[in-house]
């Protein structure tokens, strides 16, 4: 059903899927910004942008993913944009209301995905202060606060986050 959360069922009898992720394609990310998650909208807002400029968002991104709920519901979706230094990008994460149904399965499959991702070695992007659920997420995958900035053009209070991605084999060269 295009438009809305719901993508297909399993089978006939409404059985549960299992919560999994995929390239995001232009109508996911049409469908996403149909249904964000008010606070998301508000931190988009925020910065001058409006939703329906993420299939834009997708297609600039090094790998953008769509997850789904038990429900085959897109719970949100989430990417890394290539930044002008190398080696660094910009992740971004995005939610609809599904991902209130099973929070801890869209932060398992978001997890999985962010650990594999070895391109980087440094990621960042900002979040509105009052976005407390994406402080909470980013904490939980390893992103620091750095500093708060006042973007244009409503200069409202966003916070600048990183992570460093360094790899095992990054710290097992010899000196």
Same mark, same amino acid.
């Given at each position: 059903m295009a438009g809305t959360l719901q993508q297909t069922r399993h089978s006939s009898t409404q059985e549960l899927m299992k919560p999994y992720y995929r390239d995001c394609t232009i109508n996911d990310a049409? =469908?996403?910004a149909k249904n964000l998650l008010p606070e998301d909208r508000r931190e988009m807002e925020g910065l001058g942008y409006n939703p329906l400029i993420l299939p834009v968002l997708i297609s600039d991104s090094d790998t953008a993913q769509c997850f789904f709920n038990e429900d085959g519901e897109i719970a949100g979706?989430?990417?890394?944009r290539p930044d002008h230094r190398p080696h660094v990008g910009q992740a971004?994460?995005?939610a609809t209301p599904a991902i209130k149904k099973h929070p801890r399965e869209? =932060?398992?499959r978001a997890t999985e995905w962010l650990s594999e991702?070895?391109?980087y070695r440094l990621l960042w992007n900002i979040a509105c202060a009052e976005n407390k659920f994406h402080h909470k997420l980013m904490r939980y995958w390893g992103f620091k606060g750095i500093q708060t900035i006042y973007p244009p053009p409503f200069?409202?209070?966003y916070i600048q986050v990183?992570?460093?991605c360094v790899q095992e084999q990054m710290l097992r060269r010899p000196v």
């Open positions: 049409l =469908i996403v979706l989430g990417g890394i971004y994460m995005l869209f =932060i398992r991702q070895r391109k200069y409202k209070p990183v992570k460093l």
